[in-house]
Nanobody, 123 residues
Framework: VQLQAFGGGLVQAGGSLRLSCTDS????????VGWFRQAPGKEREFVAA????????NYGDSVKGRFTVSRDRARNMVYLQMSSLKPEDTAVYSC?????????????????WGLGTLVTVSS
């Protein structure tokens, strides 16, 4: 499995951004996919996750109501739509493929981690 997140950039507070995660080897199609972020000097934080078929989603408390995770299995893509962005959302965002098919919040549930993309929210 080779995952990569992309779509990061600089955005003003209150703005929106959509991140994408692709799996070049298409081996995560039957697995849950999660989004995590890590800001400088801080621990990795769970952001959102989606089950293998998209039927179940899970969100971190800090992003509930602002972020939406979705997936297109036909295109082997997972998306993170981020709205009402805040400066504290600034971080490197990474996607990961889970060991199972659920929408897991724990990093321990994930087997493969992709390269991240930097999101910077200016105030």
């Amino acid at each position: 499995v080779q995952l990569q997140a992309f779509g990061g950039g600089l955005v003003q507070a209150g703005g929106s951004l959509r991140l994408s995660c692709t799996d070049s080897r298409r081996t995560s199609s039957n697995n849950g996919v999660g989004w995590f972020r890590q800001a400088p000097g801080k621990e990795r934080e769970f952001v959102a996750a989606i089950s293998w078929n998209g039927g179940d989603t899970n969100y971190g408390d800090s992003v509930k109501g602002r972020f939406t995770v979705s997936r297109d299995r036909a295109r082997n893509m997972v998306y993170l739509q981020m709205s009402s962005l805040k400066p504290e959302d600034t971080a490197v965002y990474s996607c990961a493929a889970a060991r199972g098919g659920g929408a897991y919040a724990s990093p321990a549930s994930y087997r493969y981690w992709g390269l991240g993309t930097l999101v910077t929210v200016s105030s």
